[in-house]
């Protein structure tokens, strides 16, 4: 992957308190309108020792943020252009989604969202 993802997923990783993140995998999603994602957890990678780093990028997203039981109550938490959301520790394995994505429009993206999630998948 391109150094300057890693450099960025390393040093979002260490501000939320998880030093010497080495991401070797980087997930790719584009939300037109009204795709979603469920409610799943993360569960491909061999190291769960690791966080999740996710990117957000072009139109605001409800991210959808619940416990490590499929039925723990689930925060709702905007997120837009730029803002990155890292999970890990006693939360790697915790629930999460996407609301389906409403129409509005970027100046980059027009009316797609882009996702990135930086992961040690080995
Ligand atoms: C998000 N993405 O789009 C959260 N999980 O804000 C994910 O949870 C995700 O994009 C597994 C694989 C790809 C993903
Ligand atoms: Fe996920």
Redesign the pocket.
Known sequence: MPSAFATLAAQAAAAAGFDSFTPDAC?I?R?VPSAK?SL?Q?RDERDYSAPIV?V?LGVP?I?LFGGTKRNDKVHRVR?EHGDV?VWGGPARLSY???LPLADAQNPLTGPLRI?L?FRKAL
Do not use: E, R
């Open positions: 997930l999603n939300y994602l799943h993360d996710s957000s997203a991210f997120v959301v999460h989604g996407v996702n999630t």
